[in-house]
């Protein structure tokens, strides 16, 4: 920014914002917008006209990493540093490109063109390793790759607008529904409709999705058949008068990530797999124009090589029992039609005639407990929340996702932001709550467009706002976005974060339930929990108890990552075991590598080992082993991967998100990181890990929060289960698993073809050898990145 | 009530209680670190951290904010807390290696060494603030300016000012830095000097305070001027630290009537205020000090217990004295002071026996009047005090080269010499004057001011304790600059006049006093306002004044004045008085 501080546009972000002090967090992304920095005059501007404090901006701007303070070059790199990304390079990822552009990893070349940043999970998993550039999302971005995307951002011109700046309007034009007989009414005209539509085509827009051209696909479809004269609608509303048309639309995730873009077909129910724009021309003439089905577009049946027809037919699917998820990929996210004609709201109807305390036995017949990863039982939290005095009450939904690896919920958000709705409208009746928050991460910008959209709409429907339907219930939900702090999925940094601090925790008890947003009591709940609320409510608690185990009723979400070989997001009952979730989900570990362990809670939770894989995907089973059922991130890991590197992973993590309040935490991560960096570069002894293991302890038992009291589960799982590695690191100087550079040597085998693919790729030139002749890397020059073993086409490079 | 067991003993307390505190009654002393008392727990240090059984649960928790409950079992010396309290302890000492607090804690807890040094991150300075976050809490919670904060997250959080800048918004009440265990955060003035309180530049004080060990009553009383509630409506901290309930910020002046038939003023003196003399350097320099302040750290009880120190901490080697500062002095006060003298010279003594410093005093003359005065004069020349015959000119900084850290100047006018002297200190001794407000009381009561501000007696020999106003005397400073016995003398004297009016019971007065008509009288106050004795009350209820015979000296300045005529002084009636002139006239 040259030339005097303008002041102007950042009092219109201001006033765009109300002028009230609690938004001080949006505020600020913003005016980071706006301005590029949060220089001082920024933030003294910020202070100043939301009156609030300059000691708290300046903590804010310098507490969420989406801010900050030093000025940033035209384009951001992010280099996703999600677990899946991880096992897949994206450390050499971030230090190639920073080579490449001459910048640091983290910093801004010199000409402010581009910042280079590693970022926590982007949530787009099956395309590791990822890289966001600016808003547009690069999938495998492998060594091969990486030259040609450093070239391209480098003359990559300032962002276009993205998602962030899409304007949020409803899409309903009509009247508010003012009591249940006009919203029946209108339920019944939209099934109505949906019943004449001749053929479904659902373009799978989630987070795998999406990164992979899902959109392009969907655009060229419409514009395909348009051009080819079939009589197709966008939107369901064009389907009521006029029946027998074509419905395309885009969906939500439909689970199976790896194998995107997806293209669904109903009523004929056909799953086309990595669609690309070119295949639209034959979809159109072919299936939608004759129902002939385009083989080559199935997915292959790993173990037949047969060509599955539709989810029936695919592993991937069948073990599969959709609660939460049900309408996700089965309907066009932002249709309020649509979602009338699936039932939605149904649960909502059936909960305004039941009291309040009737509501909430339902949901403690269920069983249900907190998906978010504590699992406490949903119905206890809203009884407690019930009988507790004070003003005001409120419902939170918690979005901040934070686990690397862990995409759930931003594909319930993107993919059915009414069930959400719907389940905090139940919980508002039965607790008594009049206001709402969907807090989202910042990370997620597809998430809030569509939260904030389906509120909108749903306000303009009358389904949120005074009296809804005249039921005497007044409700409405503010989308609060968050900065980038993975501290603010625990529940109190997350009040503190919507009241317009810093996100720090604070002591408990008391409990938000009892005290919670500004004071009053307030039920905290995770966004698949609350997906969960409206099918309970629906179809009853009997039902939904009669699935999952003794003490984990009902389904879960998992994200499926890592090294298996159908990655995506699957729900199945409570009690699958982990190795039916790998092996009949999964397909398996990938050919010629061995199930090693099962990493389940992100960095809260721990890695269970192969021999255990047969304990049932419950809450207290997964405990009993050391590790917890977090959110639903589930890391799969063959005999490829280091379990001390995995280790170092997410305690460095945990590291930098830790808040730094308290001291267990905040000192006790930073050493146990830099002794397990030791380990891993051949540095370790013995009574380092008696060390580490002391100082475990201490951050488990001693932290004030959430964050911290399970922040050394990494650690103390896999040194239960996986000591020996540790001990080779240690007295070996070995890492068993070939991943530790400083502990492997790369060499080429006999099977090398001379391709010279790795030798370009190599950044340092260790590589020599003529064409056709075998390779070889020279010993002193190999820094040990790991590029040429990634880059070799065959697989001739081997670690050692 | 609740019952709790800590360390196998047991004990009954009111619900709410944390267990810290329950802990503390039943012997059991856990260490704490960021405790606020007073304010509500934040614990981030967590060393207060024990283990506590309840419920069939067994769960390590910090006892500053955990409320005990019925049947809980505690053990705060268990070998699993004492291992993790270890831990802490340890990576504290490899962050703050130098912290007093700490070492001591660490001490107590049998920690000897830390294992942590070389994890810590490679560019890890050590630092003093342990991050305890009791400032932070003191700015929002105890003064509520909120301008000290937190930046950042993670292992490089820390507690900055705005920008790391001194602030506007700061109403510099230290909270900040007399809660800080480690001293680390400091109060400083512009010339860099730790403040305390606007009085005395040495040491910190808080707004409630008792003002000194001898005061009576000997309890705390709230300074206006200071108190954060009084002024912001913020803190309130002493009261609920109370435990007796025997601060009550709320209490407002009450004004009461007292009937009395006499009153002795004795509103004392102030000391001159040296920064008026900007050469002198007071307020602007460093270890510029006045005799007061000096009294102050000489005594036992005062900031530095008794120890002579200049800002630096240690001991001066060098102490230059300046006498008749404001006082003998043509743009200042022309009159002697009549104590600072000896004042100074005691200082110098009780200065030069406790450090050996050398001592030089610098007067024009020196008055040592009293039993004893000039003899100690002489002892204290033998010991070695040096004496120059010249005022100080002027107390400057010293150049780098000089041996001290300031340079008096000063005339020796028997040598003829101009003086350069380095010296560590200077001390002046600062003359007196009538106490601020003097002026004010005096229009009250009806009494006249001197020509140098001092309340008038009525005749300065004769009259010493006794004013122009019948029944109000005057003792001590207020009428004049004195020293100790000659005060108590002049009280011992006041009182005996005072109660000898009341022993009378009856006075005899003059019969030639003024008496107002009330039928004529208007009302109009001017006679209450003229006259000198405030002999004249204005009756509200009827409308008219009224004089006060008991008091009026018959000087018929009202009765000249009163345009209605309803004021007449007897025996000095108009007509007399006309009468009187025909008489000699004709």
Known sequence: MTGAFDPLPGIGVVEANRRDPRRLLAVLLDLQRRYGHLSTEVLRLAARELGVPLSRAIHAATFYAALGLEPRGRTVVKVCQGTACHVRGASVVAERLADILGVEVGGTTADLAVTLEPVACVGACALAPVVVAGETYVGHVTPAKIKKLADRLRTQTADEPGEADRQVRSRWTEPPFTDLASLARRREL??????????????????????????????????????????????????????????LSVSGCQGFCQVGPLVRIMPIDVLYTKVKPGDADEIVTRTLARGDIVERLLHPDPATGRRCRGPSEIPFYRGQHKVALSGCGDIDPESLDEVLATDGFAAFERALTLDPGAIIDEIEASGLRGRGGAGFPTGRKWRVCAAAHGSPRGLVCNGDEGDPGAFMDRAVMEGDPFRVIEGMLIGARAVGADRGVVYVRDEYPLAVSRMSQAVETCRAAGLLGDDVLGSGLSFDVEVVRGGGAFVCGEETALLRSVEGHAGEPRQRPPFPAEHGLDGGPTVINNVETWATVAPILRYGSRWFAALGTQGSKGTKVFSLVGKVRSTGLCEVPMGTTLRQLVEEVGGGVPEGRTLKAVQTGGPSGGCIPAVLADIPVDFDELQRVGSMMGSGGLIVMDDRTCMVDVARYFTTFLARESCGKCLPCRDGLTHMRSLLGGICEGRG?????????????????????????????????????????????????????????????????????????????????????????????????CTRCGVCLAACPIGAVVAE | MARVTIDNRTGDFPAGTMILAAAQTLGSDIPTLCTIKGLPP?????????????????????????????????????????????????????????????????????????????????????????????????????????????????????????????????????????????????????????????????????????????????????????????????????????????????????????????????????????????????????????????????NAAGPTSGQVKTSNGRAPRRVAVAHCVGSRDRNEHEYCSRVCCMVALKQAHLIRERTGAEVYSFSIDLRCFGKGYEEFFHKIMREGVRFVRGKVVTVEPARPTDDGALIVRAEDTLLGEVLRVPVDMVILAVGLEASRGTTDLARKLGLSVGRDGWLL???????????????????????????????????????ARALALADRGEVEIAGSTAHIDPEVCAGCRECAELCPVRAIAFDARHGVCAVEE?????????????????????????EQVLAELEGVLW
């Open chain 1, 190 to 247: 939209a099934r109505r409709a949906r019943t004449t539509v001749r053929t479904r085509v659902l373009v799978c827009a989630g987070p795998g999705c999406v990164p992979a051209g899902a959109l392009q696909v969907f655009e060229t479809l419409v514009q395909k058949a348009r051009a080819a004269g079939l009589d197709v609608a966008v939107e369901l509303g064009e389907c009521r008068d006029h029946g027998g048309r074509d419905l």
């Open chain 2, 42 to 298: 934040d614990p981030v240090c967590r060393v207060c951290s024990v283990e506590v059984e309840h419920g069939g649960r067994t769960m390590m928790q910090t006892a500053c904010s955990r409320p005990i409950l019925d049947g809980m079992v505690v053990h705060t010396r268990s070998d699993r807390v004492r291992d993790r309290r270890r831990v802490l302890i340890q990576m504290l000492l490899a962050r703050c290696p130098g912290v007093d607090a700490v070492v001591d804690l660490a001490r107590r807890e049998g920690v000897t060494d830390t294992p942590f040094t070389k994890t810590l991150p490679a560019s890890t300075r050590p630092d003093d603030c342990i991050l305890c976050g009791r400032c932070v809490r003191a700015c929002r919670e105890v003064s509520g300016a909120e301008v000290l904060g937190w930046m950042h997250r993670g292992f490089t959080r820390r507690v900055a000012l705005p920008f790391d800048e001194p602030s506007d918004e700061c109403v510099i009440c230290a909270a900040c830095a007399s809660l800080c265990p480690t001293g680390c955060l400091t109060l400083e003035d512009e010339a860099g000097r730790e403040i305390a309180h606007d009085e005395l530049l040495l040491g910190p004080n808080s707004a409630i305070r008792v003002g000194t060990y001898q005061a009576v009553p000997n309890r705390p009383y709230v300074d206006p001027d200071s108190c954060l509630h009084l002024r912001y409506g913020s803190c309130g901290v002493c009261e609920r630290v109370c435990e007796h309930g025997a601060v009550d910020l709320r209490q407002q002046d009450r004004i009461e009537e007292i009937r009395v038939g006499s009153i002795v003023v004795a509103t004392g003196f102030d000391t001159f205020d040296p920064s008026r003399i900007k050469r002198y350097g007071y307020g602007r320099l460093r270890d510029v000090v006045t005799t007061l302040e000096v009294e102050r750290m000489l």
């Open chain 2, 550 to 574: 008991r008091l009026c000296q018959g000087c018929g300045a009202c009765a000249a004045q009163c345009r209605s005529g309803a004021a007449a002084a007897r025996h000095f009636t108009d």
């Open chain 2, 457 to 495: 007696e009525q005749h300065p020999k004769l009259g010493p304790v006794s004013t122009a106003v019948d029944g109000v005397f005057l003792a001590g400073a207020c009428q004049g600059p004195k020293d100790i016995p000659d005060a108590v003398a002049q009280g011992l004297a006041a009182a």
């Open chain 1, 685 to 781: 002894t013995d009574d380092d890990l008696v060390l580490l293991e002391a100082v475990a302890r201490t951050v488990a038992d001693l932290s004030l929060c959430g964050l911290g009291q399970t922040a050394a589960n990494p650690v103390l799982s896999t040194l239960r289960h996986f000591r020996g590695e540790y001990e080779a690191h240690i007295r070996e100087r070995r890492c068993p698993a070939g991943v530790c550079r400083s502990l492997v040597t790369f060499r080429i085998s006999d099977g090398c073809d001379g391709c010279r693919v790795c030798a370009t790729h190599c950044p340092v030139e260790a590589i020599a050898g003529e064409k056709k002749q075998r390779h070889v890397i020279d010993e002193q020059k």
